[in-house]
């Protein structure tokens, strides 16, 4: 099954959601998840209109949302979560309070991961993205440790438009894991 769990949706006409059908299908993507960046001063309608969005599509679509850490509350209803850190050292205690959310680009804008993380992120069902915007060697290792402990890892691209979705995934492969793991591990429907 192939897919993308970190498309950015913008939208402002029809047309537009047309163009992310079309380059999916072209990219023979079988699901892909949408975001945006969410902050909290966000009303309940732009939310609702964006969720709306991602349902009408005639594709298999999923209505993810994108925090910037940290924030107060998860706001609920949504598909999956993906949070992007920036200059913090993810430890047990970061990752303490949060459940069932995806990490977004690890090692990038400056964060970092303890050893103390891996044990919580299986307790509490977090996943850690492999996205190929912000992939180098280096990482390898790293993605081969999370499977060996049984830590879920979604495919990403971080596309900010249609023609980017699935980019890069070929190349990725052997790092992430099938869409039925990353589902059954994140509890999406
Ligand atoms: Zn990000
Ligand atoms: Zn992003």
Request: proline share 4%; charged share 25%; hydrophobic share 40%.
């Amino acid at each position: 099954m192939r897919y993308d769990m970190h498309v950015h949706l913008r939208v402002e006409s029809d047309a537009d959601i047309d163009k992310y059908e079309m380059y999916a299908r072209m990219a023979r993507l079988d699901i892909v998840g949408f975001v945006i960046h969410y902050n909290e001063r966000m009303g309940k309608r732009a939310l609702r209109d964006y969720r709306d969005s991602v349902e009408s599509m005639g594709i298999r679509a999923l209505a993810g949302l994108e925090l910037y850490y940290p924030f107060s509350t998860l706001p609920t209803g949504f598909d999956f979560y993906i949070i992007h850190f920036s200059d913090i050292t993810v430890d047990a205690d970061v990752l303490e309070k949060l459940k069932g959310v995806i990490i977004a680009h690890p090692f990038s804008y400056g964060m970092k991961i303890d050893p103390s993380s891996f044990e919580i992120m299986r307790k509490n069902g977090i996943a850690v993205e492999c996205n190929s915007a912000h992939f180098y060697l280096g990482l390898s290792d790293f993605y081969a440790r999370l499977k060996e402990i049984d830590i879920a890892i979604p495919f990403g691209s971080d596309a900010h438009s249609p023609e980017e979705m699935g980019a890069g995934m070929e190349d990725l492969m052997g790092c992430f894991s099938p869409y039925g793991t990353v589902a059954s591990y994140l509890g999406i429907q």
